[in-house]
Structures are given as structure tokens and as C-alpha cells.
């Protein structure tokens, strides 16, 4: 196994990537520094001081330091990505703008930008500004061509059967899962682990290689580890590298049997059935059957069915017939193809096919 895999290291993330080999990596997950540009501490209105971001690792020079600092490492990231892998970033509004900017300029192909809603974010102390309830995170392949890993209808079956869209929702990391010593929060911004689950499912597969440049306390590497993925991370901040590391041994992965994703079908074309009836290739006043014979309908020019007074869509109509909410129409209706009985499904075969 290579030595860049199921390991992290404590390290300067420019300095490390730069000796990692070409085409490493599947997907890159990266949380870097947000450059806030926090001046006085913050206080909270009966004076308590808020934990908020102004470590050392947040603080630049200015924004053209901050610039060069992130063209350098999203160069590296992009160099070391496999061909058909793909890049999230996360960030707030202080810098996620100048992270897409660069993304762009160096040719990454934006995928997805998704909003990470906290439904417990921090308030806005001083009243001046709206509460920053959100994060942003991007999406990217390598490139315009990549044939990127995109878990579709596991991420469907997430959300209850309904299409995963790109604002989700979350609570900011807290409870159990909050690293914390002394009672005191090991880390500023550690992400919630529901977060990196969601986005390691989505875009990749089990055994695939992801790399973090900006670690943290871990999260990133456990979440991969639990989902039987390998991971490489770097952390240049001694501390937190020793917490992500008790954090990574801590860590259980899932069975291995439990980690299949549903396959994803969206290479097979959709064709309504009402298709094949304008293409003419069944024609209205067809007869169609169940497997039996017992029941029968006539198809109308519309692509609708009519089986003695219900009328509608194969599904709708059949799903009648059986009592049941719903049914597979395609597979439920036979007709006559060339001298045998085939469900209808087999003319839409033989249409994906050309054989029609
Ligand atoms: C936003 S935090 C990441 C938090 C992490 N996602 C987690 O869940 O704990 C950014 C991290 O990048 C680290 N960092 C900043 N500059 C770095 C550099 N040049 N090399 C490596 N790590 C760096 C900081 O120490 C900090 O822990």
C-alpha cells in the first residue's frame, strides 16, 4: 500500500503535497483556513468571550497572501487527483468566493456549489449583521471531462426516496462528538461528522483513496475510515494532529458488507411509454395483458390505457387491477412481439437497442 494511504502526518500541508505522486487520490475533501480577519475578541452582551475563529492558523498578511496560499495548494490537490476525481471545499463567506475563483482559473469544473444550513448557528452578538446560519461547500471535478463518482440514488434513498438537493441541513458539530478538554473545545471549527458522511457516500466508492490537506481534529479520515475508504490526512498543528490521531484509533469501521451503494441507473435513458406510442412502435387500440391473461386493456393514442372504466398510465391502471399503490406497468402488461408474449418492458428494450 502506498505510503500516502490510511495514515496521517503531522506537517505543512504546501511542503507534504508537493511529494505526493500524480493521480493518488479520488477525492480531495478540504476545510482550509478562512482567513476571518478577526481584529478585537468578540464578547458576548453579558461580556463572556465568544470561542470563535482567531487561531494563528486563520491569520494572513492580507488577501493576496491568502490568494497564493490557496492557488498553491488547490495546484497541488489538482496534480495529485486521479483523472476522474473530484474536489469539495468548504468555506463561509470570508473566503469561499476566492476559493471558487481559483478552482475556476485553474481549469477544476465546478460540479455543485451546496449550502450547509446549521439549524443551531452561532447568534450574531453585536446585532449589526443577519446570524451567519450557513456554510458553502463546492463541488468540482479534476476536469470538464472527468468521468467523476456521483452515488445518485444512494443519495436519493438518503432523502426518502426524493432527489438529494443542494441545501442541507445540519447541526454544527456538538454533544458527544465534540472534542473537548479540560471542557474547553479542542478545536474552533470541527465539522460535524454527518456532514463528511454525506459527502463521502455521495462522491465516492468503498477502498477509494481521499486525501484532507487541512485535517483538523480528524473528521474527515474517521468518516472514511468507518466507511471503508482509505484516507490520507495533514495536520501542521501538533495538537490537533494527536487528537485526530486517538480520534482515527478510536474509530470502528463498518462491516464491509454493509458498505455497498444502490446502483446508480442513469445510464439506462428514461423512454415514457407514451414515446413508444408516438414513434408508432405499438400502435393505439393495441391489446395489452397481464402474464395470465385474466385482465386486458386497449391503448389510446394518448399513451394513457383503458381497462373496462379505469383509465390512466400502465402503472396507475395496473396498480387498480392489483389493489396496491403502485406497480411496475412495464413488467405488469404483455403484448404480442412477433409471435410471443413478452412484457411490454421488451419494446423498450428493443427500442434503447435499435432493434426496432
Ligand atoms: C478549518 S480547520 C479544519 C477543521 C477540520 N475539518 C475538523 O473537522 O476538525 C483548518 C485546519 O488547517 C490547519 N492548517 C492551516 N494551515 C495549514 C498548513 N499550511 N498545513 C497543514 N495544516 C494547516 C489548521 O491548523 C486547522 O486545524
Not at 72 to 94: F, M, P, Q, T
Not at 121 to 149: D, V
Request: charged share 25%; hydrophobic share 35%.
Amino acid at each position: 500500500m502506498s505510503k500516502f494511504l490510511n495514515k496521517i502526518v503531522n506537517d505543512d500541508a504546501l511542503e507534504m503535497l508537493k511529494i505526493i505522486p500524480s493521480k493518488t487520490f479520488d477525492l480531495v475533501f478540504a476545510d482550509p483556513p478562512y482567513n476571518l480577519q478577526i481584529g478585537r475578541e468578540l464578547k458576548r452582551p453579558d461580556e463572556s468571550k465568544v470561542s470563535g475563529v482567531n487561531d494563528k492558523w486563520d491569520q494572513f498578511k492580507n488577501f493576496e497572501h491568502y490568494d497564493n496560499f490557496c492557488k498553491a495548494w488547490l495546484k497541488e490537490c489538482k496534480r495529485i487527483l486521479k483523472d476522474n476525481g473530484s474536489i469539495w471545499v468548504i468555506g463561509s463567506y470570508h473566503n469561499i468566493f476566492r476559493l471558487g475563483y481559483h478552482l475556476q482559473n485553474l481549469e477544476y469544473w465546478i460540479l455543485n456549489d451546496v449550502i450547509w444550513k446549521k439549524n443551531n448557528p452561532m447568534p450574531n452578538f453585536k446585532g449589526t449583521r443577519f446570524t451567519n446560519a450557513h456554510e458553502t461547500l463546492i463541488w468540482a471535478s479534476k476536469s470538464k471531462k472527468s468521468k467523476y463518482t456521483f452515488n445518485y440514488q444512494s443519495l436519493k434513498c438518503l432523502n426518502d426516496d426524493l432527489q438529494m438537493r443542494s441545501d442541507w441541513t445540519f447541526p454544527i458539530c456538538n454533544g458527544k462528538e465534540r472534542l473537548k478538554k479540560n471542557g474547553k473545545k479542542v478545536h474552533s471549527t470541527q465539522k460535524p461528522e454527518a456532514l463528511l458522511h454525506r459527502v463521502i457516500l455521495a462522491t465516492t466508492n468503498k477502498n477509494d483513496a481521499i486525501l484532507d490537506p487541512f485535517l483538523g481534529t480528524g473528521t474527515t479520515a474517521v468518516v472514511a475510515k468507518k466507511l471503508g475508504r482509505k484516507y490520507f490526512g495533514i495536520e501542521e498543528n501538533k495538537k490537533y494532529f494527536n487528537a485526530a490521531e486517538e480520534r482515527i484509533h478510536n474509530t470502528n469501521v463498518i462491516e464491509e458488507s454493509y458498505l455497498d451503494t444502490l446502483e446508480n441507473n442513469r445510464s439506462k435513458p428514461r423512454v415514457p411509454f407514451g414515446s413508444l406510442v408516438e414513434l408508432g412502435i405499438i400502435k393505439p387500440g393495441t391489446s395489452i395483458f397481464d402474464q395470465k391473461k385474466k385482465n386486458n386493456a386497449k391503448i389510446m393514442a394518448d399513451g394513457s390505457i383503458k381497462h373496462s372504466s379505469t383509465e390512466g398510465s400502465i402503472h396507475k391502471v395496473a396498480a387498480k387491477i392489483l389493489g396496491t399503490e403502485s406497480c411496475n406497468g412495464w413488467t405488469y402488461w404483455h403484448c404480442n412481439i412477433k409471435g410471443s408474449i413478452k412484457p411490454i418492458d421488451s419494446l423498450r428494450q428493443m427500442f434503447l437497442n435499435k432493434n426496432i
